[in-house]
C-alpha cells in the first residue's frame, strides 16, 4: 500500500469559504530557507532544485529497505515579513521572507536523510544542497481555509482570516503564514489553483 497523506493526514484537509480551527501535530520536514520575491529570486528555485531530489530519494529508499512507499506529499512554504502589511496588503514580495517545506514521514531515520543528500550531490549537485536540514514542525493549534484563484488573490481571504476570524474567536496568531500547494502553477490554470492558507493561533487569555 502507498500511503497518500493528502487523503490520510487531516491537517491537509480545507474547504472554500471554510475557517477551520484544528490541532497539527509535528510533523517532519525538509527545509530550506530564503528571502525575496519567489516568482524572481533564483534562490526560490534554487531551494526547490535542492529539495525534491532528495525527497525523491528518501521516498525510494523507504520503500526499497523500509518496504513502506508514499506518495511524496506537495509543495509547502512558512512566509513572513518585517512588516506583515508587506504581505498581507502590499503584497512587497521583493521584502518577504520564506522557508520551502516538503513534508518526510516520521519514519525517514536521519542516517537515510544523510544518505540522500549525499546521493544527490553525487551527480548534478544542486546549489543549495547544503543548506537543505530536516526538522520537525511543531504549529499546534492553527486555523485554515483552501483559497480557489491566483495566488495573488490571497489578500481578502487572509483579511478575513486575521482581521474578523481569528480575533472574533477568541484567538491571536501566533507563528508563521503556511501555504500548502495543492496545485501545479505550471499546469494548472491560475483560477484552479488550490491553496490552503493556514495561520497558528493561540486562544486569548480569559477577561473579566
Not at 42 to 63: G, N, Q, R
Amino acid at each position: 500500500m502507498k500511503t497518500d497523506f493528502k487523503r490520510s493526514l487531516d491537517s491537509y484537509q480545507a474547504r472554500a469559504g471554510e475557517f477551520r480551527v484544528l490541532d497539527v501535530p509535528p510533523l517532519h520536514y525538509l527545509m530550506v530557507d530564503g528571502h525575496g520575491d519567489p516568482n524572481t529570486a533564483p534562490a526560490y528555485a534554487d531551494a526547490l532544485a535542492a529539495l525534491y531530489p532528495v525527497a525523491y530519494k528518501l521516498k525510494f529508499a523507504s520503500k526499497r529497505s523500509l518496504e513502506r512507499d508514499y506518495v511524496v506529499p506537495p509543495l509547502e512554504a512558512l512566509w513572513w515579513a518585517s512588516d506583515m502589511d508587506a504581505f498581507t496588503s502590499a503584497r512587497d514580495k521583493s521584502r518577504w521572507d520564506w522557508t520551502a517545506l516538503l513534508m518526510v514521514p516520521d519514519w525517514i531515520p536521519r542516517a537515510m536523510f544523510d544518505d540522500a543528500v549525499e546521493e544527490v550531490g553525487a551527480k548534478d549537485r544542486p546549489a543549495r544542497l547544503d543548506e537543505v536540514r530536516l526538522e520537525v514542525l511543531d504549529e499546534g493549534t492553527v486555523v485554515q481555509t483552501l483559497h480557489v484563484g491566483p495566488y495573488d488573490a490571497e489578500a481578502g481571504t487572509l483579511a478575513e482570516l486575521h482581521d474578523r476570524f481569528i480575533p472574533g474567536h477568541g484567538f491571536r496568531m501566533t507563528g508563521r503564514h503556511h501555504e500548502i500547494y495543492l496545485g501545479d502553477p505550471r499546469r494548472v490554470a491560475p483560477e484552479r489553483l488550490r491553496t490552503i492558507l493556514r495561520q497558528p493561533v493561540e486562544r486569548l487569555p480569559a477577561t473579566g
